[in-house]
């Protein structure tokens, strides 16, 4: 136990290393992510729950978006939560080009978050469907299977990147701030 | 070469690790599958191919290592009725290999004791084969139901939970179904194919270079490994050897992945036992390591960095000193962290005697790869046939005995603070040189590539039609052969353990799935 509290005090700040190699500097991305906190509250009035579906991507795209658990991008002291269930999620966020074998399944994770169900494409996968495009296997782009509302291209983007088509997400829908929302979800169309 | 006194010629193939290929007929492939299983060689992959473009037939194809090196070892099979003799009963991962190259180019392993679907759910039908020339794989069908006939397991208070596809947190999907009795797993079976999205279709037609894209897109986590055995598969087809300071540097970005990808997993692991600060330092670490990537290479997991013929891009002498220094310092941090956790009984209680694999299952089922050398399965391609520059380097291979989650982690330890040390030493004596050779293939041709991958040992072949673009591409993974040995893993262990057995393997999905 002493071990490990000597090591977090040593340790008090990504990029501030032990034995520094390098001079320790506050990322620029670290800093972009500290000002998307204050937005997620005032879209949302509170913490913004994420449902992952890997599509059918190479993995690369995941790599990056667990990058964004770690101590730099910090994003659940952002208020940013990775849930398991798709019932308790706020935002979709869909890797790879979807897989024929994984349409279904993507559609139904879809059905089952609550409205605004606001959908990210991950990577240039998700994004155009990619190098591997569209064929008997592939629905190529995220947006063929499911309505989407921002991409996030890359491959794979960069954490900061998806940080950014995060909160980008939450600013191209202002139908999200609560009222609103609920006013248009009971309003009968006109269209 | 002859291989067993079987009275069949190998070719050597032009690439730097020893790579054999011979055509057979029908005795001689079920009399080398024997003999290779009797001289402990192993089978690396077997594949079909569609050859009738070029005036033959179907053909099945198998790759064993062997002592010798590798063999590359293919039979042609009759138009009307295409089935070649099994190879599951001398290697066991030959079984779900054997379904796939069903599913893809309908060629039939006969009397085989699983002829199930595995690549194909609903999604096409069953006289539709992706592979076969007469179809161009833009066909589109309506989705049919997936009747998967699982394995049911009957009994007193046993019941069955099913997992997946889509799973709990960020990671690739698969199904997997469990047997259990109260918490006890009895039985677990693997149902994959979700990311099947076509690439070996996509391989044909393509050029060289947009093969080599590819390549390194068949599993991001590998992107090193795969690009390299590709571009050694080109290499070898072309006939032409890359530069010294090419090879040095690839080296330098496959110890890189390999160094990423153990620190990935090591703090998942030490996550999935409870143990939050591990992932925190751990993922710190990787970060570190990954914009490090980036700053030398431009890519943080080094995609694109290997391509046929060379490497893409050079590293100037003051970044080959900053990687230096980095991994000084990384060996420092890691042995620090190994320390805690060798010393955190709560850790140890969770990894010791977990998912254990004992030695002498390894063996009967192939276990390969890193997994492999945590059940004694020893053996390394860096080791075993040191190819430019490992001949200069002297690897070691780690080996553990006990096959448990414990086991593989500390091969995990291992092989990182080797492959740091392999970084000091690549980067201590870079040799100057070009960084590549002009590289164009006219004509058919065909050449092989074997890389020691992080997870273990990857295989690429490669063949090319008469204008000299890609007529098939087969890219091969580890995972096939050891998913079926996690399904032997988790028996007798408890439902809760299972993320963390999984984990200690980490076994790609879309690299199997293709
Ligand atoms: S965008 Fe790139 S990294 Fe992401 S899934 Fe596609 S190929 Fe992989």
Known sequence: MWHILKYIARHRRPGASASPTRSPTLSPSRHRAHLIHPDILAILGRALAIRHVDGGSCNGCELEIHALNNPYYNIEGLGIKFVASPRHADMLLVTGPVSRHMELALKRTYDAIPAPKLVVAIGDCGCTGGIFGESYASCGRVSNVIPVDVTVPGCPPPPADILAGILTALRVRPSLAPDEGTASDFTPGFN | ?514
């Open chain 2, 1 to 514: 070469m002859q291989f067993s006194g079987l009275d069949c010629r190998f070719e050597r193939l032009a690439a730097p690790l020893p790579m054999h290929r011979a055509r057979v007929d029908a005795t001689q492939w079920s009399a080398l599958a024997f003999a290779v299983a009797t001289t402990k060689g192993r089978l690396v992959s077997l594949w079909g191919s569609d050859r009738r473009a070029m005036g033959d037939g179907f053909a099945v194809a198998t790759a064993y290592a062997t002592a010798e090196g590798l063999l590359w070892v293919e039979l042609g099979l009759d138009v009307m009725r295409p089935a070649y003799p099994d190879i599951s009963r001398f290697f066991v991962p030959a079984l779900r290999m054997q379904r796939a190259a069903h599913d893809l180019v309908g060629i039939d392993a006969e009397d085989s004791v699983d002829s199930r679907q595995w690549l194909r759910h609903g999604a096409w039908p069953a006289d539709y084969f992706p592979l076969r020339i007469e179809n161009t794989g833009q066909e589109r069908f309506a989705p049919q139901p997936d009747n998967y006939p699982f394995v049911f397991v009957e009994g007193d208070g046993v019941h069955e939970i099913a997992v997946g596809p889509v799973h709990a947190g960020t990671i690739e999907p698969g199904h997997f179904r469990f047997s259990v009795v109260g918490e006890k797993v009895l039985r677990l079976e693997e149902r994959f194919g979700y990311t099947h999205k076509g690439i070996e279709r996509r391989f044909m037609g393509m050029d060289i270079d947009e093969g080599a894209r590819l390549a390194g897109r068949v599993s991001g986590d590998s992107t090193v490994a795969y690009a390299w055995a590709y571009a050694m598969a080109a290499e070898s087809a072309a006939g032409v050897a890359v530069p010294e300071r090419a090879a040095w540097l690839r080296a330098l970005l496959l110890e890189r992945e390999r160094v990423a990808n153990h620190l990935g997993d090591l703090g998942a692991l030490g996550n999935d036992a409870a143990f939050g600060f591990a992932l925190a330092q751990f993922s710190r670490l990787r970060e570190d390591w990954l914009r490090a990537n980036f700053e030398a290479f431009g890519h943080r997991l080094l995609m694109d960095c290997i391509r046929p013929g060379g490497v893409a891009r050079d590293l100037d002498a003051a970044a080959a000193a900053q990687l230096r220094r980095d991994a000084v310092a990384l060996v420092a941090e890691v042995a620090e962290l190994k320390d805690i956790y060798d010393e955190h009984a709560g850790l140890q209680d969770r990894f010791v005697t977990t998912g254990r694999v004992a030695p002498e299952l390894a063996a009967r089922f192939g276990l390969t790869g890193l997994a492999g050398r945590a059940s004694g399965q020893v053996a390394d391609l860096r080791v075993d046939f040191p190819w430019p520059p490992y001949d200069k380097l002297a690897v070691t291979a780690s080996t553990q005995f006990n096959g448990d989650v414990a086991a593989r982690v500390a091969v995990r330890f291992d092989e990182c603070f080797e492959s740091l040390r392999l970084i000091d030493a690549l980067l201590a004596a870079l040799p100057d040189g070009p960084l590549d050779v002009p590289i164009a293939i006219r004509d058919a041709a065909s050449g092989a590539g074997w890389i020691e991958g992080w997870r273990g040992e990857i295989f690429v072949a490669l063949e090319t039609d008469a204008r000299g673009r890609i007529a098939r591409c087969h890219c091969h993974d580890p995972s096939w052969q050891n998913w079926p040995v996690i399904e032997h893993a988790i028996i007798d262990n408890i439902v809760a353990d299972f993320p963390l057995i999984n984990k200690s393997f980490n076994l790609g999905y879309s690299a199997q799935d293709l």
